[in-house]
């Protein structure tokens, strides 16, 4: 592996313009072929499909009555009105002579569960063949619009599942777009601000303008394969993003500390490229295993975002150990070089002096704090979101809000309950009826060997209430199968399936960090030690979330009215994303850490050189990409909103409280305790670790191309390694 580090090293230096134009080329490929990728990614989310909630919806789609795929509220009309029921009967006839419409429900068919309570308006529910491509779904689902928009009412609304999924996507791409436009000239600005430059603020954007195609080309390549979701091209541009700043700082950092010794362009690149570049590349291999968790995972939006962030991170390791030395032989006399090394990160020195002072006292401190950020966590609430996420302006949120009101339906839809019977039921509704929570259960129609039954329970229909009617449900027995359905059951089964998952992606995860981090180290200590911390933070972050989402502490300075709950999915994204980048600052100083320490055999000035020089640079880094999510919470989706506060939340406590604090404390604590391993294992590290060189022997001077001692006529050179 360093071998072929060395071996890209040695052509970005030796032919940084030619390096340059085979990346141009790969980037002009990916663009080309990347571009269309959206046209081919799926829209709608789904979890694990082997359940018995997807059973119960696949059964009633293929019986033309699955949950409602749009919705129509008529609000100001005269229920009783011979001329308005004219109306909705003749638009039944239209939608039920249209194609691939299964179902329409009405008042005037289904009964009063259909009329709020107050008599002023009613619903109409039509159900869609599933089956149909997105497009044609699309299309047809606009028709439908159109025609329930016919009808005269004082004013109309119009919902639904399948206007739920376009709308989530419209908003998302409207928060992304948002984020984006935002976040990118700040981003430079502060980059030129860290930088000290326009031209080395320029370089993580060069990574990112690769990465990002580049992912795009990846994803493509898979939707040949398999199904890919959207969201996993909105985690590529944000991780490629970042990990481009996180990369780019390190490098360029090392290269002008380099520069600061007096070496040539040249030599100052080989060195970066032999020192930082491996750390880059032992923590994008760190990154890419972190985010393999997601591919352990249930339904279709973790594995399609761990194919995604996984394909830009190696592509961000690349761009960064091959395309950046070659900008940096290119145009490196043009970046200052760093301040005299005494003076460089001399805060982040003084900050470690005084916690290992104190290093008792601020370890308690520190994990007292993050436990009482942590404690809300365990009263977190996960639900599927549903149109509650999205802002009070789009008419699927507005149709909710008077539905939950006014009408006796209570949640968008019933538990639904396939009898496999087609017997006398009414002693089995009897004694659904008695249970606790259920406010009225009746049969929706029979078929020629089941008969399909709704259950109305208390209160909205995911809450905690009915998701005991479904475990009743569940557990009584009767002479005839049942099948459960309907949003309770769906969110039950959904957090199952993701729980019965989530030990073996930790436990994947956790094992190749810890591999990973020994052979970084050679301790059997730190690995252990750096997993503990980050869990703690991440919880510590969770714990933060509940506090300012599900019991809307943040809802004021965010703009958004509190759901009550977490969106299922959102813990186990940040936890993946966040997870990743921490390893990567746990990489950056654990290395540099390492290498001072095998130079000196003295733990404390390891850890107090350590923090000094990479300090400035995880701190600098760490602001940027929680810039670059906290962007992310100006949107208006509560979903969005959240993973960017939970994102930028993780990164900040990680690289402050936990880098800059926790770990020189708790490495001070324990003293050379950090570098133990045992015998067998320290000769396996002797012999297979990973680490920076100490000690680069000068080059020779070489001329491959007869282009580059133009560069820089004062000191570039090229060499061949």
Known sequence: MLARLSALRAFSVNRPRTALAVWLAALAVAIVFGSGVVDDLETVPTGDTNTESQFVEDTLAELGASSADVVALYDGIDITNPTFA??????????????????????????????????????????????????????????????????DASRILVGGAAVLDRESVEQTERDLQRAELITLPITLIALIIVFGGIVAASLPLAIAFVAIPGSMFILWVLTKITDVQLFALNAATMLGLGLAIDYALLIVNRFREERALGRTVADSVTRTVATAGVTVLFSGITVALALGGFLMMSGNVFPSIGMGSIGVVVLAMLAATSLLPALLMLVGHRIKPAKNAAESGKIFGRVAEFVQRRAGVVAVVVATGLLLLAAPFAGVRLQVPGAESLPESLETRQLLDVRDERFAIGGEDPITIIAETTSDVAPYLESVGQLRGVQGVQVRFATNDSTIIDVLPNGSAQSEVAEGVVRELRSMEQAFDTAIGGPAAELIDQRDALYDRTPWALAFVAGSTLILLFLLTGSVVMPFKAMAMNLLSLTATFGLLVWGFQDGNLGGLLGFEPTGFISLWNPFLVFFLAFGLSMDYEVFLLSRIKEIHDETGDNDLAVTQGLQKTGRVITSAALLIALVFGAFATGESIDMKTLGVGLAAAIIIDASIVRMLFVPAAMKLMGEWNWWAPAPLRRFHDRFGLSEPSDISPPPVVDLDGTSPSIDERDASLVEV
Do not use: K, M
């Not at 109306?87 to 691939?100: F, I, N, W």
């Open 86 to 151: 004219q109306e909705v009967r003749s638009l039944d006839e239209r939608l039920s002579l249209t194609p691939h419409v299964a179902n329409v429900f009405h008042a005037f068919d289904e009964g009063p569960l259909f009329v709020s309570l107050d008599e002023q308006a009613t619903i109409v529910a039509v159900v869609l063949d599933r089956s149909l491509p997105e497009a044609e779904l699309d299309e047809l689902v606009e028709v439908v619009e159109a025609d329930l928009r016919s009808i």
